[in-house]
């Protein structure tokens, strides 16, 4: 081997004493005594004396002191730190060739292997290891100084794993993707869309329940902004064929803000969302999420019964963990045991047993469930029931002396029953366990400072239905969006919810069966006293704090 050839020819030239183990002879197959030297103690020789003797044993050229810095670099297709452990640098010579610059004996296979991913024949020279090193990062710091529109230069084809770590690295990456992400917390986003399409990058903002688009980093960076992303969520960043999904922590502004991320391949490459979590909010109280008096009374008498269960619906991103939380809030005292299993853990609650799911080590809603059981508890909070081996373990606690909260799926709080009954339990035992189901949604809050006041006028009325249709008559007065700084020119400004609580009394629990229709079960709750998600947004309407748009968009579907 190479290596070990040069070392005899450096014992043959008596500046080397021969190494333990390495007998004439024996330096080829299965013994590279040279492969496991450290070069720079090998022998009393400097550095300069050393790299002459190796271009002697090349018999190849050795490259001037200084040179190596103005020379253009021809290594694209390699990872830099492939030739930094190396201590190799290509670049292009006058005839528009390619030389190697090398440190230390290269194999005859590792020479091929580069000229393969060069695509060309390449001429050996010699430098120092200090010299190439100093070479490299001055063709580091240069890519990582071009500006974002030359990025493209920097955009491998190999999915190798050092080149995209490499990749994912480069300051216009980082840059890109920390502008992104201070951008979406300042303007409170809960979720940062991510998305490729045909040669553009598209970069979106939900705020307040609607997307708003962000100025968006080339597409050149696509593949480093969802490198970058994969190794703070500790995501395989090779794999670009599957759906992966991981966490991460950041810090903002001094606020902590907890990522979710989630990939996705897709036509024109791979999109990603990231929801933010902020570490350390306040739970909202009860009396502050939106419920009416007739709301609030209901949930509160169910909150303080010994068993049962209470179930949140609503689609994904319609307040149900908050609503979970200002619950807990509100019976949590000294003498309840409280256990919540959660994915992920949104608010922090004192006095509250917390677990955070782990999928990946079998923690999942179902084992904590069944684990929770046997820790005493007298109130068991389940992030959603997801499944119905988590729903069966759930129905059984709430009938054997636990009060159970949890959140499901569903358009409608009436949907709840047919959903579990879908899930594979009994109706009686639906019967038995459930006290109350809240179904609720979001509704954008006009903003406080500039929202206009408007009476109705009969061309109003006349000219959109919605009106008369929900009751509103000639000089009612509504409000309307404006817009201004406080606002960021929406007209909104937070958001409020809208609910519909069923409380399960015993007409309702007779209505209850195995073929059981939701809208069956809507009539018998409206005639008890309910008030749907639709009047409950009118309300809100009337009271100035939401418009008709706003309580259409959301609770028209339920």
């Avoid at 070392?7 to 002879?25: D, I, M, Q, S």
């Avoid at 069966?513 to 069956?520: L, V």
Wanted: overall charge negative; glycine content about 10%; charged content about 25%.
């Amino acid at each position: 081997m190479q290596r070990n050839a040069f070392v005899e020819y450096l014992v043959g030239k008596g500046v080397l004493r021969r190494p333990e183990g390495l007998e004439r002879g024996r330096g080829g197959r299965g013994l590279d005594v040279a492969g496991q030297i450290d070069w720079a103690n090998l022998t009393r020789l400097t550095p300069s004396a050393f790299a002459d003797e190796l271009a002697g044993f090349y018999s190849c050229k050795r490259i001037e002191r200084g040179r190596l810095g103005s020379d253009k670099f021809a290594g694209g297709p390699l990872s830099h730190r492939f030739l930094k452990e190396g201590r190799l640098f290509p670049f292009a010579d006058a005839d528009g060739g390619v030389t190697l610059a090398i440190a230390a004996p290269l194999d005859d296979e590792t020479l091929r292997a580069l000229e393969i991913a060069l695509g060309r024949k390449a001429e050996i020279a010699v430098a120092t290891a200090e010299e190439i090193e100093a070479a490299l990062a001055i063709t580091q710091d240069e890519a990582q100084a071009a500006p974002a529109a030359d990025f493209a230069e920097t955009d491998v084809a190999s999915d190798e794993l050092d080149d995209l770590r490499d990749l994912a690295r480069g300051a216009p990456v980082v840059r890109a993707l920390d502008n992104l992400l201070r951008l979406a917390v300042e303007q409170r986003a809960t979720d940062l869309h991510i998305e490729p399409f045909a040669g553009a990058l598209q970069a979106r903002l939900r705020i307040d329940g609607l997307l708003k688009a962000a100025p968006a980093p080339p597409m050149s960076m696509a593949k480093g902004l969802l490198s970058r992303l994969k190794i703070m969520a500790g995501l395989n960043i090779t794999e670009r064929r599957l759906p992966q999904d991981g966490r991460a922590r950041i810090l903002v502004g001094g606020a902590e803000i907890d990522l979710r991320v989630a990939t996705m391949p897709s036509l024109h490459g791979e999109g990603a969302v990231i929801r933010l979590l902020r570490k350390g909010s306040g739970v909202v109280a009860l009396d502050q999420i939106g419920l009416t008096q007739r709301d609030g009374d209901v949930l509160r008498r169910n909150l303080q019964a010994p068993f049962g269960m209470i179930v949140v619906t609503g689609p994904t991103g319609s307040g149900k963990t908050t609503t979970l939380a200002a619950s807990l809030a509100e019976i949590n005292d000294s003498t309840r045991k409280i256990l919540t299993i959660e994915d992920p853990v949104e608010y922090q609650i004192p006095g509250v047993n917390q677990t955070q799911a782990h999928p990946a080590i079998g923690l999942t809603f179902a084992t904590a469930l069944r684990s929770f059981l046997r820790q005493d508890p007298d109130v068991i909070m389940v992030g959603e029931m997801r499944d119905g081996e988590t729903a069966h373990i759930g129905v059984h606690a709430a009938l054997t002396g636990h009060l159970v909260l949890t959140t499901l799926h569903t358009n409608t709080a009436a949907g709840a029953i047919t959903r579990l009954i879908d899930m594979g339990i009994e109706s009686f035992l639906l019967a038995s366990s459930m006290r109350a189901i809240i179904g609720q949604r979001l509704v954008r809050v006009l903003c406080p400072d500039c929202k206009q006041p408007h009476a109705l006028t009969a061309e109003d009325i006349a000219g959109d239905a919605r009106y008369a249709s929900l009751g509103f008559t000639e000089d009612d007065v509504v409000h309307r969006p404006k817009g201004c700084e406080w606002c960021n020119f929406t007209g909104f400004r937070g958001r409020r919810g809208v609910f519909e609580i069923i409380e399960t009394s015993s007409a309702l629990r007779s209505a209850i069966g195995p073929r059981t229709d939701a809208s069956e079960l809507e009539k018998v709750a409206k005639a008890e006293g309910m008030t749907t998600m639709m009047e409950d947004g009118v309300a809100k309407c009337r009271a100035g704090l939401t418009t008709i748009d706003e309580v259409f968009r959301v609770a028209m579907s339920a």
